[in-house]
């Protein structure tokens, strides 16, 4: 078994996100900045070395010699969490755990996987799970004059005010895993920064050739579509169910398939949208 603590870790950040402490080790200070790129919205430096979380980041190398490393690697404490020859999915393996160890453990936030965008006063929430096409319904939103909050997480507080987590988009092409980077700023749109109140629940989902075709639902059925994206439910229910309650009895709430993303971010906007931007 690999013995990390007997490794020459070079360099480290600490941090803080949600309330929840980070550490980050390497074995070579340039990946350090890809890292930077991929954590959670809003982090911020720490001085507390203690921490809730240590990610051990191996570079590897590519010379030959038995002795080196020659796969990149991340552990999360000891567990392995991937190993690759290229450092792209090392990064991303980084990506996908930290969000989900801070949507799950963050005690302040309820993170709910949905697209989220500003419209007037209100917010509209994409509750979806990924390959649900929530980032190109976003994408198409901002382009219709939406305020993006985030492609990711609906971020809620414990009065169900949804905090902006704007980082960049992740699309999808055709037949592609994973998604390409692409900051708001390249579609013409701009992010949120300040709390909103939910005003539309809106669980779509991509089927090719659908026109969008929205039902209403009950809050009770709002609440459990919610519920099934929720990253902290069987963690912290008891925190989760208030919130989510109240987001719902509040908001108008709608589910069914769409076709075209332009269309239904058209569709959305001038029919389920209360007020002008």
């Given amino acids: ?138 994408a198409e939103l901002v382009r219709a004059g939406a305020i993006y909050y985030s492609d990711e997480y609906a971020v809620l507080d414990g009065n169900g005010l949804v905090y902006p987590f704007a980082r960049p988009l992740s699309i999808r092409d055709d037949g592609c895993f994973s998604g390409r980077s692409v900051r708001i700023e390249e579609i013409g749109g701009v992010s949120g920064t300040r709390p909103l109140p939910v005003g539309i629940i809106i669980g779509t989902f991509y089927e090719a050739g659908s026109p969008c075709s929205l039902t209403r639902l009950s809050p009770g059925e709002a609440v459990l579509s919610l519920l099934s994206n929720s990253l902290s439910a069987r963690r912290q229910p008891e925190t989760v169910l208030p919130v989510l309650k109240r987001v719902a009895e509040r908001a108008a709430c709608f589910s069914g398939p769409r076709g075209d993303a332009s269309e239904a971010a058209e569709q959305i906007l001038t029919r389920f949208g209360r007020a002008d931007p």
């Fill in 1 to 138: 078994m690999l013995k990390l603590d007997r490794l020459d870790w070079v360099d480290g950040i600490a941090i803080n996100t949600f309330g929840l402490h980070v550490g980050i080790r390497v074995t070579d200070s340039l990946i350090l900045g890809m890292i930077k790129e991929i954590l959670p919205f809003g982090w911020e430096f720490s001085t507390n070395l203690e921490v809730d979380y240590l990610y051990s980041v191996i570079v590897g190398s590519d010379k030959s010699h038995a002795q080196i490393q020659r796969k990149h690697a991340v552990y999360s404490d000891i567990l392995l969490l991937e190993a690759n020859r290229d450092v792209v999915p090392v990064v991303d393996a980084i990506k996908r755990d930290i969000h989900l160890f801070v949507g799950e453990m963050s005690q302040g936030r309820v993170f709910i996987h949905s697209g989220v965008v500003g419209w007037g006063e209100e917010a509209i929430l994409l509750p979806g799970l990924t390959f649900t096409g929530k980032s190109t319904l976003v």
